[in-house]
Nanobody, 121 residues
Framework: QVQLVESGGGLVQPGGSLRLSCAAS????????MGWYRQAPGKQRELVAT???????NYADSVKGRFTISRDNAKNTVYLQMNSLKPEDTAVYLC???????????????WGKGTLVTVSP
C-alpha cells in the first residue's frame, strides 16, 4: 500500500518562507509525476507545481518566481520551497503522485491528506 505523508506546514508572516515535504512510502519502483496542489476555504483545488521524474516542471502562474519544486527520486520525496509568501497562499497543501509503479501494481494517482499553510501577520 502506497501512502503520501506531507510535513512542513504552519503559520508564517507575509514575506516569509516555508518548505513542504512529501514522502511516498511503500514498495515503490517509480513515480512518473509528483506535485503539489492547494485548496483554500470555499475554493476549488488548484495546481501549485508538478515535477516529472525526468525533471520537467510546471508551475501555477500565481507562484512562479516564488515557489520551487524539487524531488529526490531515490527517496520518493517531493519538496516545495515557498518564498515571499502572501496571505492568498493560505490553504491546505496536498501532495499528489501520478503513475506509481510497485512490484504488483501501476496506480494512476495517489493523494496525501494535506498540510495547512497559513500566511498571516
Amino acid at each position: 500500500q502506497v501512502q503520501l505523508v506531507e510535513s512542513g506546514g504552519g503559520l508564517v508572516q507575509p514575506g516569509g518562507s516555508l518548505r513542504l515535504s512529501c514522502a511516498a512510502s511503500g514498495s515503490i519502483f517509480s513515480i512518473d509525476v509528483m506535485g503539489w496542489y492547494r485548496q483554500a476555504p470555499g475554493k476549488q483545488r488548484e495546481l501549485v507545481a508538478t515535477l516529472t521524474s525526468g525533471g520537467t516542471t510546471n508551475y501555477a502562474d500565481s507562484v512562479k518566481g516564488r515557489f520551487t519544486i524539487s524531488r529526490d527520486n531515490a527517496k520518493n520525496t517531493v519538496y516545495l520551497q515557498m518564498n515571499s509568501l502572501k496571505p492568498e497562499d493560505t490553504a491546505v497543501y496536498l501532495c499528489n503522485a501520478r503513475g506509481v509503479r510497485t512490484a504488483e501494481t501501476y496506480v494512476m494517482e495517489y493523494w496525501g491528506k494535506g498540510t495547512l499553510v497559513t500566511v498571516s501577520p
